[in-house]
Nanobody
Framework: VQLQASGGGLVQAGGSLRLSCAAS????????MGWFRQAPGKEREFVAA????????YYADSVKGRFTISRDNAKNTVYLQMNSLKPEDTAVYYC?????????????????WGQGTLVTVSS
């Protein structure tokens, strides 16, 4: 599976962005998907995850109520809708695919990673 993240950019605090992650391959619908982020000088951290069917989602406390993860298996794409953005949301955002089991918050349990897309939130 190859993943291509897009949709990042510069936005003012309080604004919104929608990230997309397009996947190649016919088995996308069998993968749980996750979004992670890495701010400058910090470790990569979990943001959100979704099961292969889209029926189960999970969020980091820091984004709960502001971000929404979704997927369209017909389009081989997973999305991250980000609302009420804060300067502390500034980071490179990565999508990842997990080929075994359901979603996970753990970086090492994901098998494939996209290249990342930069989100910058100005105050």
């Amino acid at each position: 599976v190859q993943l291509q993240a897009s949709g990042g950019g510069l936005v003012q605090a309080g604004g919104s962005l929608r990230l997309s992650c397009a996947a190649s391959g016919r088995t996308f619908s069998s993968y749980a998907m996750g979004w992670f982020r890495q701010a400058p000088g910090k470790e990569r951290e979990f943001v959100a995850a979704i099961s292969w069917s889209g029926g189960s989602t999970y969020y980091a406390d820091s984004v709960k109520g502001r971000f929404t993860i979704s997927r369209d298996n017909a389009k081989n794409t997973v999305y991250l809708q980000m609302n009420s953005l804060k300067p502390e949301d500034t980071a490179v955002y990565y999508c990842a695919a997990r080929g075994r089991g359901s979603w996970s918050t753990l970086i090492w349990e994901y098998d494939y990673w996209g290249q990342g897309t930069l989100v910058t939130v100005s105050s």
